[in-house]
């Protein structure tokens, strides 16, 4: 037993080994009375339980407490790190994404004018939070999938899920920005005008076309479509 005693004539050492604690467990032996007028400050670490033993306070940790949070530490860090690594790698893929797309646009096939849809607002399980761009797109195009990930992630979730994609707009695809944002294809004039549908787009949380004609590819970064198989 490893005993620290700091008095102030209330209390004894001899009295406090007295007390019937297990071996294995080292105790902070201090006077109240002492811990209030001569060190206001002195307060036991969070996982300590002072234990009142008269007027003598008996804080008790056991080297078991101390191995435990030190594994618990590591084990939050270790599943941080290994939350950052996923995180740079997705990052990492979608740039390589993009990059194939800038390069392959400068060959894109130009896109015909294609007539104007309205596509209806699904009922369809949506795992993104309301009102975001990912939620308007996946309530329009239901064949979209679920948990794909942030906006600009998406390309890439889709890719790997077997959909097609390309530079080349089309009625009814994903429009994918770089910048994070995604919106539907509702009419297409040519590859630099487009009209789409979309939601969390200039403070409008709901679903709309709020921009008309524009030119998607000076609008939030590199453009990919995701095409519906």
């Known amino acids: 037993m490893v005993l620290s005693v700091v008095t102030s004539g209330v209390a004894s050492a001899n009295e406090v080994t007295s ?19 001569a060190n ?16 003598v306070a008996v804080a008790v940790v056991t080297p078991d407490q101390d191995e435990e949070a030190r594994l618990a530490a590591e084990k939050e860090a270790k599943e941080r790190e290994e939350a950052e690594r996923i995180a740079r790698e997705r990052e990492e893929a979608a740039n390589r994404s993009y990059e194939r797309a800038d390069l392959s646009g400068q060959n894109a096939e130009q896109a015909a004018p294609q007539a104007a849809i309205q596509p209806a ?8 939070p309301w009102g975001q761009c990912t939620w308007g797109a996946k309530t329009l195009a239901p064949w979209a999938g679920n948990n794909w990930g942030n906006a600009a992630n998406w390309a890439y979730s889709a890719s790997s899920a077997g959909f097609r994609t390309g530079t080349t707009p089309q009625v009814g695809a994903i429009a994918v920005w770089s ?20 939601s969390n787009w200039a403070g409008n949380m709901n679903i709309g076309d709020y921009r008309g004609f524009f030119d998607p590819t000076w609008a939030q970064g590199a453009v990919t479509y995701i095409y519906p198989n």
């Open 19 to 37: 007390l019937d604690l297990n071996d294995s467990k080292e105790v902070l032996v201090t006077d109240a009375s002492f811990q209030a007028e």
């Open 121 to 128: 607002f699904s009922n369809a399980p949506n795992s993104y």
């Open 40 to 55: 206001p400050s002195l307060v036991a670490p969070a996982d300590v339980e002072w234990v009142a033993a008269d007027q």
């Open 179 to 198: 910048g994070n944002h995604v919106a539907v294809v509702v009419e297409v004039q040519s590859n630099n005008s487009i009209r789409v549908m979309e």
